[in-house]
């Protein structure tokens, strides 16, 4: 069994949000946890990671044809011939990989979650603003949009594997290719860089 913490280094504004709006001040809020942090689903990470070793492995690399074994799969169902996997559509199969959250460090996030540092707390999040412009240079009517982003920091996450150090090897270099987490990646939002080190704290995130 692998057991790692996977650290993320954000380079840039990031956002992981559902959407909703926050009144008139912004289009967007970002999500938070029971603490009022923000912070990064292990289910979202999983699926980067498994996006990057897919990647690789439809490229010709035979050494991520783990990918399924690992990461788990989905029935793909079977043609008019019987030509299939053998799980219906509906079916999924379970993979050797676990990911929790990525949150702020134990002793960082104790300190944000005191009342008095409200303030602290408040000052990690800020809003940004766009708008569309016409061919003439001009904001187009009513296209300001709004969204609240989190500062640059760092995250940590436990990684956990039910596999051998080699595959961890390449799993670990297929993180390389994600390049970034969150929305609004198109406008340059959640850069990261994920780094692995030896599991020295117990983690409290959900299972992804």
């Known amino acids: 069994m692998i057991r790692k913490t996977m650290i993320l280094k954000m380079q840039g504004y990031w956002a992981v949000g559902s959407g909703k709006g926050g009144g008139n001040e912004v289009d967007n809020r970002i999500d938070r946890d029971a603490d009022g942090l923000p912070y990064v689903p292990g289910k979202m990470l999983k ?8 990647r ?9 044809n783990f990918v399924d074994e690992v990461f788990g799969k989905k029935g793909s169902g ?9 799980l219906s559509r509906t079916a ?30 408040d000052n990690i999040t800020r809003n940004i603003y766009s708008t569309a412009i016409n061919e003439n240079g001009i904001a187009k009517d009513k296209s300001l949009r709004g969204y609240e982003v989190t500062v640059p920091m760092q995250l940590e996450s436990i990684l956990e594997c039910d596999c051998d150090e080699e595959t961890f090897e390449y799993i670990k ?17 959640g850069e990261v860089v994920i780094e692995f080190k030896d599991v020295n704290t117990k983690n409290t995130g959900s299972e992804a």
């Open 92 to 121: 999924t199969e379970k993979g050797k990989i676990y990911i929790s959250d990525a949150r702020l460090p134990a002793n960082l996030r104790a300190a944000l979650s005191k009342e008095d540092n409200q303030a602290a707390k």
């Open 78 to 86: 079977g043609d008019e011939n019987g030509e299939g996997d053998g």
């Open 47 to 54: 699926g980067l990671i498994r996006d990057a070793c897919q």
């Open 173 to 189: 270099k297929a993180c390389k290719l994600v390049y970034a987490v969150g929305s609004h990646k198109s406008r340059g939002l």
């Open 56 to 64: 690789l492995q439809s490229a010709g690399n035979e050494a991520y």
